[in-house]
C-alpha cells in the first residue's frame, strides 16, 4: 500500500474521500488538486489496484504492444503527493458507515470523510458457463482466460499476441471486436464467438451487420455467430483449451477473451444502505438518494432514469460538474446548473482496416414508412424517413435515418470521413444536407485531395471550433494551437490538452495534425 501522510483536519477543511481510481476517479481528484494544494480541502484517494490511474479503455492495445502503460497513465502518485493529495493504493474499501461517515478500508484502518465521492466504475460480466465460478463479485478465472478489464488482462494477452496462439474472444461488442481486430493483424489466430446473427446486434441494423460480419472476416478474425456457449474444457493443468457451443462442438484455443459487457460495482452503496438499481440511484446533482454527503459518478453511478453508459465522456462531464459543485461550495457560491441527460452515445468501432460509427434508429428501412398510412397530425413526430447505400464487396455501408432532416440515427461503416461528419451532425442536431449523396462523397477521391472538408450545415469536420476529442470535449482548434506552441508528439498534445485520452478515437487526428504542422515547418 502506498500511503502519503498528511496532516490532522482542522475545522476549515473539508474532507473528501474518493472511492476508486479509474480515469473518471482521476479527472474529479485533477479538478480539486489546486484547492488541496491551497490546503482548503483534505482529499483522499482509494484505489485496489497497485497503479495509479490509468486510461482503461486502452487496455487490448496495451496487450498487444501498441501502447504502453506510462502512455496510458492518467496520474501520477508522487505529483498528487506533492500538491498534499493522500494517495491510497493496493487498497481496498470494505465498508461504507454512513453514520459515522467513515470508509472502513479491508486492512482495517478507516477514514473519515464529509463528502464521499463512489467512482468504483464496473467489473466485466462473466457468464455463466460450466468451469467458472458463478459468484459475480470473486469469479475465479483458470489459466488461458481473462476479460480484459486491466494491467494483468492485457498481461495475459499479450503473451498469446506474441506466441501467436489461438484466442477466442466471447462476445461480439465494441470492446471484443476491437481487441480481435488487433491481435488478429499482431499475428494470433481470432474467432470471435457471439449469441447472435451480427456482431453489435443491439445497436446495428441487420445490413450493416452482415457487412461488419464480412469486414472482420476480410482482416483475418473468424466469426462465429448464433453460437451458444455452454461451458470451458480445460487440460489436465487446469489451462483452457477450448469453448464448448450448445450443438456439441467445440472451438479450440489457447487464451479465452471475455468480453460480455460490464456490470456496476455497487456492492459498497448496498452496504452502506444506498439506494440501487443498475447502478448507484443519484440525483442531476450526482448525490445519492436520501443522503447529502455520499456522490457517485462515472460508471458505477444511474442518474436520473439513465443507466450507465459504460463510455467514459459522459463519466467526465460527471467528475468535472462535481468538482465544479464542490470548488462553488468552498467559496460560498451557488452550485453549477443541474447535470442534463446525455445525449444518445454514439458508439465508435476504432481498428485498422475497420471503421465504423453507428448511433440512434438504425432498425428501419426505406420503405417502411410508405407501408404505413400516409400523413401525420400536428401532434405526430415527423415520420421517419431512410437513405441507404452499400458496397458489400469493399466493406462500406451507410445508413441515415432522418425525422424533420435531422438525423435521428446512422450506421457508417468504411467511410471514416463520413462517420466523422454524420457523429457531428447527429450530436449537434442540425439538418442534413438535403442531397444526401453529398456526405457520400466525403470520402471520395476529391474530397480527400482538399482535406475532407465538407462546405455545408456548420458542422464541417475541418473547422477550428469542431469538436476534435469527443471524450475529453477537446476542439480542433485547441490542438492546433498546442502543436503551434511546440507540443510534437501525442503525449505532449494529451498532456497540454487532454485529447487522445478517452477512447482514442481522435489519436490518428492528432498525430495527423502533428505530422502536417511539422511537415510544412
Known amino acids: ?199 453489435l446486434s443491439r445497436s446495428i441494423d441487420r445490413a450493416g451487420g452482415a457487412t461488419l460480419t464480412a469486414a472482420l472476416r476480410r482482416q483475418g478474425v473468424r466469426v462465429a455467430g448464433n453460437a451458444r456457449s455452454t461451458g470451458l474444457e480445460t487440460g489436465p493443468d487446469g489451462a483452457f483449451r477450448a469453448l464448448l457451443l450448445d450443438d456439441g462442438s467445440a472451438i479450440d484455443g489457447d487464451l479465452l477473451v471475455i468480453a ?13 444502505g444506498l439506494a440501487v438499481g443498475s447502478g448507484v440511484l443519484v440525483d442531476h446533482s450526482l448525490a445519492a438518494l436520501a443522503t447529502e454527503h455520499v456522490f457517485a459518478i462515472g460508471d458505477c453511478a444511474e442518474v436520473g432514469e439513465a443507466a450507465p453508459s459504460g463510455l467514459i465522456a459522459p463519466g467526465w462531464r460527471q467528475a468535472d460538474w462535481l468538482a465544479a459543485r464542490f470548488r462553488n461550495e468552498l467559496l460560498g457560491e451557488p452550485a453549477p446548473e443541474p447535470l442534463v441527460d446525455e445525449r444518445v452515445p454514439v458508439i465508435l468501432l476504432k ?91 466525403l470520402d471520395g477521391a476529391e474530397s480527400a485531395a482538399r482535406g475532407g472538408s465538407t462546405g455545408f450545415g456548420g458542422a464541417s469536420s475541418g473547422g477550428p471550433e469542431s469538436t476534435l476529442c469527443r471524450c475529453a470535449g477537446v476542439s480542433r482548434g485547441t490542438v492546433e494551437e498546442a502543436v503551434v506552441g511546440g507540443c510534437s508528439t501525442l503525449e505532449d498534445v494529451s498532456a497540454q490538452t487532454r485529447a487522445g485520452t478517452g477512447c482514442g478515437g481522435c489519436r490518428d487526428q492528432v498525430r495527423e495534425l502533428i505530422e502536417r504542422h511539422y511537415a510544412a515547418a
Open 1 to 199: 500500500m502506498t500511503q502519503h501522510p498528511i496532516e490532522p483536519p482542522t475545522e476549515h477543511r473539508t474532507r473528501i474521500v474518493v472511492v476508486g481510481f479509474g480515469p473518471v476517479a482521476a479527472r474529479f481528484v485533477d479538478e480539486l488538486r489546486p484547492a488541496a494544494a491551497a490546503g482548503a480541502i483534505e482529499l483522499t484517494v482509494v484505489g485496489e489496484e497497485e497503479h495509479a490511474a490509468y486510461n482503461r479503455v486502452l487496455v487490448a492495445d496495451l496487450g498487444v504492444g501498441r501502447t504502453s502503460l506510462p502512455s496510458m497513465s492518467l496520474a501520477d502518485a508522487d505529483e498528487l503527493a506533492a500538491d498534499r493529495v493522500r494517495v491510497l493504493t493496493s487498497t481496498r474499501a470494505a465498508r461504507l458507515d454512513r453514520s459515522r461517515r467513515l470508509v472502513h478500508l479491508a486492512d482495517g484502518a478507516a477514514i473519515p470523510y464529509d463528502r464521499v465521492v463512489l467512482a468504483t466504475g464496473a467489473r466485466a460480466v462473466v457468464p455463466t458457463l460450466t468451469g467458472l465460478n458463478p459468484d459475480p463479485l470473486h469469479p475465479v478465472l483458470p489459466p488461458g482466460v481473462t476479460a480484459l478489464r486491466d494491467v494483468h488482462d492485457a498481461a495475459r494477452l499479450a503473451s498469446a499476441v506474441e506466441g501467436r496462439r489461438r484466442v477466442i474472444v466471447l462476445g461480439g461488442g465494441v470492446l471484443g471486436l476491437e481487441a480481435a481486430l488487433a491481435a488478429s493483424e499482431e499475428g494470433a489466430t481470432v474467432t470471435v464467438v457471439h449469441h447472435g446473427d451480427r456482431p
Open 351 to 441: 481498428a485498422r482496416g475497420v471503421n465504423l460509427a453507428v448511433a440512434g434508429e438504425v432498425t428501419a428501412e426505406p420503405w417502411d414508412e410508405f407501408a404505413l398510412e400516409s400523413g401525420c397530425t400536428a401532434h405526430d413526430r415527423p415520420p421517419l424517413r431512410v437513405s441507404v447505400w452499400s458496397d458489400p464487396e469493399h466493406g462500406a455501408y451507410v445508413k441515415m435515418s432522418t425525422r424533420g432532416g435531422v438525423l435521428a440515427g446512422f450506421v457508417a461503416l468504411g467511410v471514416p470521413r463520413a462517420a466523422a461528419e454524420l457523429t457531428l451532425l447527429f450530436e449537434s442536431g442540425a439538418e442534413l444536407p438535403s442531397d444526401r449523396s453529398l456526405i457520400l462523397r
Open 260 to 272: 460480455c459487457g460490464a456490470r456496476p460495482r455497487v456492492e459498497l452503496a448496498q452496504g452502506g
